[in-house]
């Protein structure tokens, strides 16, 4: 197969899943992981995918917030299998605030049964997800007001002053991007301020984030690694990156996605 006959074939994978994984390309290919990885540089230099930890992912500017629509569309096994493990996390009784993101939607829907906790949250999504249906037999939710935003997030200090009139027991967040050195980040810098209005009502943060989010950036720091309490993500995590969050985060749980595929 030719060069470019290989770069296409990785643009279509990205473009059907959001993200691709070297060892995954290898094979799918028949060529060598070095080979991919070449590809991967080739085309990052074109501004085509971005490369990250173990893979590529689509190429969003920092400052780009893509659509929660176009979000739900990428790694949806993972999602779920994260948003089973973190929903273990969540005793009857606790108070909880949860934020918007295609994951934290994905934990929403494993909560939605659970009548005896309470959740506060800034996503229309969620809220959505906890309060249809049979109402009555699901969490008591708090949605917050404020401006919306592509994420289906309200944010802005109206959101803000809400959000600080609760405390919890443990606030779940999603993230646009984490790295070892950058911290948790978000595209939107009303998002992030509010995000850090949720980290700071609550004792334990959770992050709930697929593998793909590893190494991504986005333009605003809302928290450091070392803040966070329990990071969930997906075995699609690489060893040596394990090994790196396992000496940055409280605890590293890992989901298995293989289960929900």
Do not use: W
């Not at 390309?25 to 990052?44: C, K, W, Y």
């Not at 659509?67 to 005793?91: D, M, Q, Y």
Request: glycine content about 8%.
């Amino acid at each position: 197969m030719l060069a470019a006959e290989r770069r296409r074939a990785i643009l279509a994978s990205l473009q059907a899943g959001g993200a691709v994984r070297v060892a995954d390309l290898a094979a799918q290919l028949s060529v060598s992981e070095m080979t991919v990885r070449r590809d991967l540089d080739v085309l990052d230099a074109q501004d085509l995918l971005r490369k990250v930890h173990g893979g590529a992912v689509t190429r969003h500017h920092r400052g780009e917030e893509p659509k929660s629509s176009e979000k739900a569309r990428h790694r949806r096994s993972e999602k779920i299998a994260i948003a089973n493990a973190a929903a273990t996390l969540v005793a009857d009784g606790m108070t909880i605030a949860i934020g918007a993101g295609t994951t934290t939607t994905e934990l929403a829907r494993v909560l939605r049964g659970r009548s005896s906790i309470t959740v506060i949250t800034n996503s229309i999504t969620v809220f959505e997800v906890l309060t249809g249906g049979d109402a009555a037999a699901g969490p008591v939710a708090y949605l917050s007001g404020g401006e919306r935003t592509p994420s289906n997030a309200l944010v802005g200090p109206i959101a803000d002053m809400a959000l600080a009139s609760f405390r919890v027991d443990a606030t779940f967040l999603g993230v646009h991007g984490f790295d070892e050195h950058a911290g948790l980040t978000s595209p939107n810098i009303a998002e992030a301020q509010t995000n850090r209005t949720m980290i700071e009502i609550g004792p334990r943060l959770v992050v709930v984030a697929d593998h793909t989010k590893y190494g991504e950036i986005g333009t605003n720091v809302f928290a450091r690694l070392d803040q966070v309490h329990t990071l969930v993500v997906d075995d699609g995590l690489a060893p040596d990156d394990r090994s790196t969050l396992e000496a940055r985060v409280g605890e590293l749980m890992i989901a298995t996605a293989s289960e929900h595929r």
